[in-house]
């Protein structure tokens, strides 16, 4: 099994919705019983809440499921456990890399460096931009080239592809 984390500050705005995307694009591809996602926070203020409201409204107006998800902080097991452990900004991949220390972990990076030619390498926080549309069309195209490079990677057989 490819275990995939996504991190953010808080884990209510950016990283259950990558969360929530990616899960929908491993079932299109038939790898629910090849991969599976989880999503954690690097704070612990939001422990055990829903999705934010806006991250909430633009998966429903994508048809996208997020049932079950619930904040929950970071611990030093996910960081041995997950194969990928993948951060929205440069300061969740610092806050991640100071919690590890010198401790081995699986591969941690940002989410739109597996996108080429990204203008952005962050995904902003829309808790303080409010702009969760944008961050929708980031997220959604990095969820689908890090699916790619997972596939390939892990050489994983999908559904219905020549
Ligand atoms: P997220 O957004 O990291 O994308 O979930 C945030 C949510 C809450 C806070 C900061 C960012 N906060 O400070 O409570």
Not at 27 to 32: A, I
Not at 98 to 123: C, H, Q, W
Request: aromatic fraction near 8%; proline fraction near 4%.
């Amino acid at each position: 099994m490819v275990k995939v984390l996504f991190v953010c500050l808080g884990n209510i705005c950016r990283s259950p919705m990558a969360e929530a995307i990616f899960r929908h694009l491993v079932k299109e591809k038939g790898l629910e019983g090849k991969i599976t996602v989880d999503s954690a926070g690097t704070g612990n203020w939001h422990v055990g809440e829903p999705p934010h409201e806006g991250t909430q409204l633009i998966l429903k107006k994508n048809n996208i499921d997020f049932s079950g998800i619930r904040a929950r902080q970071i611990d030093q097991r996910d960081l041995q456990t997950f194969d990928y452990i993948i951060a929205m900004d440069a300061e969740n991949v610092g806050n991640l890399r100071r919690l590890a220390g010198y401790n081995k972990t699986g591969f941690i990076g940002r989410l739109l460096d597996f996108v080429p030619d990204s203008e952005m390498a962050d995904v902003p926080d829309p808790y303080y931009t409010g702009n969760f549309a944008q961050v929708y069309e980031l997220i959604q195209k990095g969820c689908e080239h890090l699916l790619e490079t997972i596939i390939k990677e892990k050489k994983l057989e999908v559904k219905g592809r020549e």
